[in-house]
């Protein structure tokens, strides 16, 4: 109950949501690298928030994940269980190291990522994904990169990675390969990601 209230108050004074609501995500926790499933907070009709993008979009909210105690690197959570289909976009926070995804405004994945090093940033902005692929190399590094969706005409994308403390990328976004296979399903090209800057 002290976290769904934490999380309401951060939305409302109108910081990082999903920063706030998952605390500091980049210390590591010793635990198995499980979905942790838990129920759904939902906002009061009229008392949902709004998220501004880096390019000025409002999108509201109807509900995020409960989640129930602080992620470490490898986690993640999906619960979609009575979400209805709807439109689908991913909310990329550099700065607490997360990733989110939305369908018909709630959120209904989080975990925690590998971004770009200093030499290899990771863009800021809002990004359609472009191309998707199951299975793809990458040319410029060669190294696979599963369940690819690109978000930049210069390589920048989303894929399977090994999610640990200590790692980067040369500017793509990781996420765990489980966690990557759900959120390639749901995804599709044209779908917005904001990746907001660290």
Known sequence: MRLAIAVLCAILIGGGWAAQKQAEVVMPVPVPVVPIEGDRIDYQNGRNPALVLPDGQVRVVPSISNTRRQLAFGDYV???????????????????????????????????ILFGANSNPTPSGVFPVLAKAQKHRS????????????????GVAIHASAVQEGSATHGCIGVPL???????????????VAIFAA
């Not at 269980?81 to 439109?87: C, I």
């Not at 040319?139 to 978000?151: C, G, H, I, Q, T």
């Open 178 to 192: 489980e966690f990557a296979r759900l959120l390639f399903g749901q995804m599709q090209v044209g779908d917005e």
């Open 78 to 112: 999906w619960n979609d269980e009575g979400v209805a289909e709807g439109p689908e976009w991913a909310r990329v926070d550099l700065k607490r190291q997360t990733l989110s995804v939305f369908r018909a405004g709630h959120e209904i994945g989080t975990t925690v």
């Open 139 to 154: 040319s410029l590094y060669d190294a696979e990169m599963p369940f690819m969706m690109r978000l930049t005409n210069d």
